[in-house]
């Protein structure tokens, strides 16, 4: 785990919650979540509020928990099922937010190295959506809890593992959301991401 602010110069003094308090309210949450990072074995966690060291106190309270704040009433609708119609500012609030939350799960295991580059995580910091970043929203029929990461790869023009990418999926309630940022692999990978077609 990184011993600076994930999304600037301080040092990590303050924990984001994987869900807020009040979506964990909202779902009536069993008091038990399993967890598993990396490789590890899965472990049960007593608690479902999970809260990863990652940020600094600064950004943890104001624009992130600003962002958080912005979305609440439409995340709120859509975990519970109930229809609304999504703007396009919604739209690019909810990616922001989606984005913010996968950054925060890609710090959680210490045996990889953080797959979003600094530039990435300082374009979210200051509201904007990195080239090469896509974010789908579905409805599930049942509600459902689950948060979770993982590294893909392909192939470009014939080269094996050129395009590096990372997968984060966030189920709350009837809300399903899904982030998908993509780089050319390689040294360069942080300053040339893929440009989506």
Excluded at 7 to 16: L, Q, R
Excluded at 94 to 107: T, V
Aim: charged content about 20%; glycine content about 6%; some cysteine.
């Amino acid at each position: 785990m990184p011993q600076q602010c994930l999304f600037c110069p301080n040092v990590i003094n303050s924990a984001e919650h994987l869900f807020s308090k009040w979506i964990i309210k909202d779902l009536k949450m069993a008091p038990a979540v399993k967890v598993t990072i990396g490789r590890a074995p899965s472990t049960w966690v007593a608690n479902p509020d999970i809260k990863i060291p990652s940020v600094c106190k600064p950004c943890n309270n104001v624009w992130m928990g600003n962002l958080e704040t912005a979305n609440q009433s439409v995340l709120r609708a859509m975990i519970n099922d109930d229809p609304m119609w999504l703007s396009k500012k919604d739209q690019a609030k909810l990616c922001r937010w989606a984005l913010m939350k996968a950054m925060i799960i890609d710090s959680v295991n210490p045996q990889r190295p953080l797959f979003y580059c600094s530039a990435e995580r300082t374009e979210v910091k200051s509201a904007t959506i990195p080239i090469g970043t896509l974010v789908w929203l579905g409805r599930l029929s049942r509600k459902a809890f689950h948060a979770g990461g993982t590294d893909v790869w392909g192939e470009i023009n014939k080269i094996p593992k050129a395009f590096h990418g990372n997968v984060t999926s966030f189920v709350m309630g009837h809300l399903v959301i899904q982030v998908l940022s993509g780089h050319c692999s390689g040294d360069s990978c942080s300053k040339w991401p893929v440009r989506w077609l």
